[in-house]
């Protein structure tokens, strides 16, 4: 049992009338690894959370937490979860919420502690139904930690979050992450995958279409961006470098000239040799945005074939 990953999915699949939300999935998780689950809307990425937290029952396949059956793993505390969709009574404090589901398991945190590591001691007397959306998500987090979990799975854990709250939240799970923590977690931004996982698993259409580190997802789309400011208008440059077969993508706002292209050397070349005007330059790697769009929009058009 002790050697088992905290995560095991294998085939997993979830049909609802003619929508298959999760197509035959499988992934394996091992303890200590941040994972990103990254995808557009109706990827599969909140079924794929319910199924591998028991809270839904999968058409095909198994979901495994820690060798066995999920919820045996939840009721033992092994597991803290953080769900879009997860209420605290609205009539009771968060400190009364954190206590309630603190009393529920054997070996807690202390409440205090809990509170303390998802920053909302400041708020603890507070009613949950007079909490902002920040403060309820870290409310949230907080019922989340309170087990001790050896395993953390979050659903859009910084939605409705400022920018501020953001990133104490994520000051609080890199403390909890040192200490080992095994973090599975469900977002739209980007920059946080990029920045905070050890490892992005990308979801299309129910199905893994991109796994590896942020760097290895990155790399599926080759190339760099150039940037540069021209004091005139890019005019007969434009043209030439649309017609260049390294050249991915041109996009001309006001004076700045942006170039996707596999040769960035080559480009830069061109740049300086044609236009003396030219400053401000910038060759940037392709971003994680780049990647999601890149391979989520393959995904889309594979199945539309």
Known sequence: MTSSPPIRLTGLAKQFAKLRAVDGLDLTVQRGEVVALLGPNGAGKSTTIDLLLGLSTPTAGTAELFGGAPRGAVVAGRVGAMLQGGALLPTTTVAESVA???AAHRHPLPV???MERAGVTAFAKQKVARLSGGQLQRARFAVAIVSD???LILDEPTAAMDVEGRRAFWTSMHELTDAGRTVVFATHYLDEADAFADRVVMM???RVVADGTPAEV???VAGRTVGVTLRAPAGDLEQ???ADPAVQHVEVRGERLRVATTDSDAVLRLLLAERADAHDIEVTARTMDDAFLALTAAETEEASR
Do not use: I, M
């Open 100 to 102: 309630l589901v603190a």
């Open 112 to 114: 205090a502690e809990a």
């Open 149 to 151: 979990p050896e395993l």
């Open 204 to 206: 299309s259409r129910g």
């Open 218 to 220: 990155k790399a599926v």
């Open 240 to 242: 030439r470098l649309r």
